[in-house]
């Protein structure tokens, strides 16, 4: 089954049972400017949670594009390391408003899975919250759950809230064990580690309290049903592959790479890395540029900088030069735009922002390399080798150079880094900036070019699983 079969398929099962099917939102939140990026389902249906807000159905379900990177909720630093993170990623995800609760968010996720997904049922274990008894007993009554597979999890894994007041509750989450050849090998190796053995598929939240300043869980009236699984894991799974890159959401953008640098993947050394990051960032980026943030050097514009120059420096890494990173965005549209046909739209100022980026960048990479090459080797003559947090600033003030991209290099060349030193420096210069730049109108110029990318938007939502563009138009 393909990625693209598994979001309709997904789609359909719960329009078939009464769920209004919702366009995914854009990754950049609508009113909400206490959010960098969009990154849950739930995003988009926040004030009706609330409820703020009234829509004309209390049942539905959406595809939801996510971004976490920067923010609350950051894998950056996994992508590349991890076989089940990104930095932008597919959320599929089921609601209910003050409808359903527990016992059939509980029964959907599992027939879903095990029956129309033909997942194996011995497989898989779930998480329910600590004091969530209701959970536990739902669970014991599904059918061909084995004994012993549920487990009670604490607040940090199984229970949660929209912020420190406000609607919240415990969660229930499904993970698919994958055997011990996709996990760190450790004896106590079980569920809730860190590793890939485990995967956490699925998470059903279950909103039921109303927090209040004092702290206080107050039932809510109606309680509601919020649901996110990670389409890139769960096409995974059913594809037979224990990392989602092997996923056929990733491949032809991966297969692109291999082309271009003349080199294969799957070898599991650091060219399958580098493909990895460049895979997930040509994502990002596709999709950022196409809710219209463009790089700058601050806020998401700044999330999407660091982005691409780290993808540019790994494509450095497998040999390519400059301009290859459109390449790898070019094959991000054709692969997505069926179910995203709005990337059509913008694919012409992708290749020119992409183009762009890599050029400037370009001129100072490879000299921060260098220079940071000396660094390290002189490092290495010391006692305890590290790369001191003011240096770090000074690549980065002076060429440009992420953090990101310096704890790369530091980890392939086994290097201690200074992180806290930098981030010090940082929000120095920070603080300089914002005193000297106050009153000034900065917005005008995004705003500008918003309005641009808003006039060429014409597609219209007919739903994820309507071709109504074609690669081949592109
Ligand atoms: P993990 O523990 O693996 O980091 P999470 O607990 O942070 O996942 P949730 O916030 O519960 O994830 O999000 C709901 C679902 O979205 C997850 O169960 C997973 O399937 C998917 N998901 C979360 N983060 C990512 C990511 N960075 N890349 C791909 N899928 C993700
Ligand atoms: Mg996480
Ligand atoms: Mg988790
Ligand atoms: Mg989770």
């Given at each position: 089954m393909t990625g693209n079969d598994i979001r309709a398929r997904f789609l359909e099962y719960f329009e078939k049972n009464g769920h209004t099917v919702v366009e995914s939102s854009s990754l950049v939140p609508q009113n909400d400017p206490t959010l960098l990026?969009?990154?849950?389902?739930?995003?988009?249906f926040k004030t009706v949670f609330m409820g703020e807000d009234k829509r004309d159905y209390r049942r539905a379900v959406t595809s939801q594009c996510c971004m976490r990177a920067g923010g609350k909720h950051n894998d950056l630093e996994n992508v590349g390391y991890t076989a089940r993170h990104h930095t932008f990623f597919e959320m599929l995800g089921n609601f209910s408003f003050g409808d359903y609760f527990k016992e059939q968010a509980i029964h959907y996720a599992w027939q879903f899975l095990t029956e129309e997904l033909q997942l194996s049922k011995e497989k898989m274990w779930?998480?329910?919250?600590?004091?969530?008894?209701?959970a536990f007993a739902l669970w014991e009554k599904v059918d061909g759950l084995l004994p012993g597979r549920i487990i009670r999890m604490d607040e940090k894994d199984n229970f949660w809230a929209m912020g420190d007041t406000g609607p919240c509750g415990p969660c229930s989450e499904i993970h698919i064990d994958q055997g011990v050849e996709a996990g760190c090998g450790r004896e106590d190796c079980?569920?809730?580690?860190?590793?890939?053995?485990?995967?956490?598929?699925?998470?059903?939240?279950?909103?039921?309290?109303?927090?209040?300043?004092?702290?206080?869980?107050?039932?809510?009236?109606?309680?509601?049903?919020?649901?996110?699984?990670?389409?890139?894991?769960?096409?995974?799974?059913?594809?037979?592959?224990?990392?989602?890159?092997?996923?056929?959401?990733?491949?032809?953008?991966?297969s692109r790479l291999e082309q271009l640098s003349g080199r294969s993947y799957g070898a599991g050394g650091s060219d399958d890395t580098a493909m990895r990051?460049?895979?997930?960032?040509?994502?990002?980026?596709?999709?950022?540029?196409a809710d219209g943030v463009l790089p700058s050097n601050e806020g998401?514009?700044?999330?999407?900088?660091?982005?691409?120059?780290?993808?540019?420096?790994?494509?450095?890494s497998l040999g390519l030069s400059a301009p290859f990173f459109y390449q790898a965005c070019r094959a991000v549209v054709e692969t997505m735009v069926g179910a995203y046909p709005r990337l059509a739209d913008t694919a012409e100022?992708?290749?020119?922002?992409?183009?762009n980026e890599?050029?400037?960048f370009s001129e100072t990479l490879e000299h921060g390399l260098a220079i940071l090459d000396e660094e390290i080797q002189r490092q290495h003559q010391q006692a305890v080798p590290r790369i001191d947090g003011e240096f770090i600033f000074k690549l980065y003030d002076t060429h440009g150079f992420p953090f990101d991209i310096v704890r790369d290099v530091c980890l392939e060349r086994a290097i201690a880094f200074d992180e806290s030193g930098f981030q010090a420096a940082m929000e120095r210069?920070?603080?300089?900036?914002?005193?000297?730049?106050?009153?000034e109108g900065l917005q005008l110029k995004d705003a500008g070019i918003k309005t641009l990318i808003d006039s060429g938007r014409k597609t219209e939502f007919v739903g994820y699983h309507t071709l109504h563009a074609s690669a081949a138009a592109l």
């Open positions: 990026f969009t990154n849950a389902g739930m995003v988009q779930v998480s329910v919250f600590q004091d969530d008894d209701e079980a569920l809730g580690c860190d590793c890939d053995r485990f995967l956490e598929l699925w998470n059903l939240v279950f909103m039921q309290f109303n927090r209040t300043e004092e702290g206080n869980l107050e039932p809510l009236p109606k309680p509601s049903i919020d649901t996110g699984m990670g389409l890139e894991r769960i096409a995974a799974v059913l594809q037979g592959k224990l990392n989602n890159y092997d996923s056929d959401l990733f491949m032809p953008v991966i990051v460049i895979a997930d960032h040509a994502r990002a980026t596709s999709f950022l540029v998401r514009g700044y999330v999407l900088r660091r982005v691409m120059r780290r993808a540019i420096r790994f494509g450095r100022l992708l290749e020119k922002v992409v183009n890599e050029a400037r210069q920070r603080r300089q900036s914002r005193a000297s730049r106050k009153g």
